[in-house]
């Protein structure tokens, strides 16, 4: 095993330790580590477009995350989605205007929208722990097969030209690996098994994985390496939950069409247990 696999591992268990912990513990604790965590992608998203970016665009990507974040700590969700409207125009007009571009505004929804999806799915009950979990596993049960079937198996690439190193071997292997931990969570966490389970679980591990690509595809055209070096032997944190916050976007949508047409309350991961689960 080589000195970057080894420090790749380590460093894994270790995050995944923290955040699972926070995970467990819910509440403001865990909506206050994805607002971190938001922070850090806007900085780090910024960060790999910054030839596209001006000084005066960060700033003020900056203080309407900021805004969001404190209007929904404070449990006006309201206004914070009506800040994060508001800002995503503004923004991608501003810089359309003056750059022809919108990076900005990107940079803030993939910023914003993570944030708004993990709060919510978790909530502060037993069915949001199950959601989050199965979310975690499913994405996580997805990258570990897919990095370890690709180096083993090998063979076609999947996207040669976005990504060099991902193959379809791994790309298979990555929805093996999503459907069986994910079956193990369900299974842990008192659920039966019903197709609708493996049809979402599925399809948040393909989700995953085209937001692994989506991220390749920016630092490609940025030609940027690593969104940053905060993790070890992972690089930026962008780097490390790409997949993840994608997946999580995809989930809560699901769960807001699904309560939107059933007219059943905010207790969305209430409706996604119901949905695609059976005691």
């Known amino acids: 095993m080589s000195k970057e696999l080894k420090l790749r591992i380590i460093s894994a268990i270790i995050l995944a330790a923290i955040v699972l912990t926070i995970t467990w513990i819910g509440g403001q604790t865990f909506t206050l ?14 960060r790999i477009c910054a030839t596209k970016i001006s000084f005066a665009h960060n700033i003020a990507s900056f203080i309407a995350l900021f805004l969001i974040i404190a209007s929904w700590l404070m449990g006006d969700r309201d206004t914070a989605f009506i800040i994060f409207g508001v800002g995503f125009v503004v923004l991608a007009l501003w810089q359309f205007v003056f750059s022809r571009t919108i990076w900005v505004a990107c940079g803030l929804m993939y910023a914003t929208l993570p944030f ?35 180096r083993t198996i090998g063979g076609p690439k999947l996207a040669p030209k976005i990504s060099p190193n991902k193959t379809w071997s791994g790309f298979i292997g990555s929805l093996v690996g999503a459907l069986f931990l994910s079956y193990l969570v369900n299974i842990k966490a008192g659920f039966e098994p019903i197709f609708a389970f493996f049809v979402i679980m599925l399809l948040a591990a393909i989700v995953s994985q085209l937001g692994d690509l989506m991220e390749s595809s920016i630092k490609r055209k940025f030609n940027v390496k690593d969104s940053g070096s905060i993790i070890p032997g992972h690089g930026g944190v962008l780097d490390r939950v790409d997949g993840l916050v994608v997946a999580a976007v995809f989930l ?11 007219g059943q309350s905010n207790d969305l991961p209430t409706v996604f247990v119901n949905a695609f689960l059976r005691p």
Do not use: H, K, P
């Open 33 to 46: 580590l994805w607002a971190v965590a938001a922070i850090l992608i806007l900085r780090e998203f910024n």
């Open 116 to 150: 708004f999806a993990m709060s919510d799915l978790r909530s502060d009950n037993y069915n949001g722990l199950v959601v989050i979990l199965l979310l975690y596993f499913c994405v996580w049960g997805a990258d570990v097969f897919a990095y370890f079937s690709g």
């Open 252 to 262: 809560w949508l699901v769960s807001l069409y699904i309560a939107t047409q059933q």
